[in-house]
């Protein structure tokens, strides 16, 4: 595939960064803390972007870090990034925000408040699909439009199917493999 091919698939395929969309990061990504990692942008505007690794289970109950908050049963804590690894983000679907919750797409809701999620797990109805997360990602203004200027990431429309996804082992293969198929190495110029 001639360099003016690969660059024509990469603006066809690439949209443009925004809050609830995906990065997922290319085969040879130069930063070792993301390779093979899937990362729901939680916000992005011209002053910087925050996103969570949504494939990086941990083998770490929540209830064993979290005793005090009832309710927990075997949910796992997820790794959400390198950045401020003592703070969890509770990322959750529901019909509508509930205090202390943004929105990032559709039915998908985040919140770095242990509050609100004791309220969720003590509410009478059934507790909403959710994750907890420890750190998360985090880039300054322009940082991330550089890095995708590079081609580390590449970005896909909001899927909440992957963002609950059962098997997140195989995550960011499945999309990937939708980018950039084994032997086919699609990468901007530096």
């Known amino acids: 595939?001639?360099?003016a091919v690969a660059s024509g698939l990469r603006a066809?395929?690439?949209s443009e960064p925004a809050k609830g969309r995906l990065l997922v990061a290319r085969r040879d990504m130069p930063d070792a803390r993301f390779a093979r990692s899937v990362i729901l942008l939680l916000e992005h505007d011209n002053e910087g972007s925050l996103g969570i690794i949504i494939n990086r289970p941990s083998e770490i109950a929540a209830a064993e870090v979290l005793p005090e908050i009832a309710g927990l049963g075997s949910q796992r804590l997820f790794f959400g990034g390198p950045v401020a690894l003592n703070l969890l983000?509770?990322?959750f679907r529901n019909d509508e925000a509930w205090g202390g919750s943004e929105q990032v797409s559709g039915d998908i809701y985040y919140s770095p408040s242990p509050?609100?999620?004791?309220?969720i797990l003590a509410r009478d109805a059934p507790a909403p699909v959710l994750r907890l997360f420890f750190g998360h990602a985090g880039w300054a203004a322009?940082?991330?439009e550089w890095e995708l200027s590079r081609g580390d990431?590449?970005?896909f429309t909001d899927r909440a199917a992957d963002v609950f996804a059962g098997n997140t082992d195989r995550l960011w293969i499945e999309m990937i493999e939708r980018r950039e198929p084994a032997g086919l190495q699609v990468r901007a110029d530096p």
């Open 142 to 144: 322009g940082q991330l």
């Open 1 to 3: 595939m001639t360099p």
């Open 12 to 14: 066809v395929e690439n």
């Open 153 to 155: 990431w590449h970005v």
């Open 89 to 91: 983000v509770t990322v």
């Open 115 to 119: 509050n609100l999620l004791e309220k």
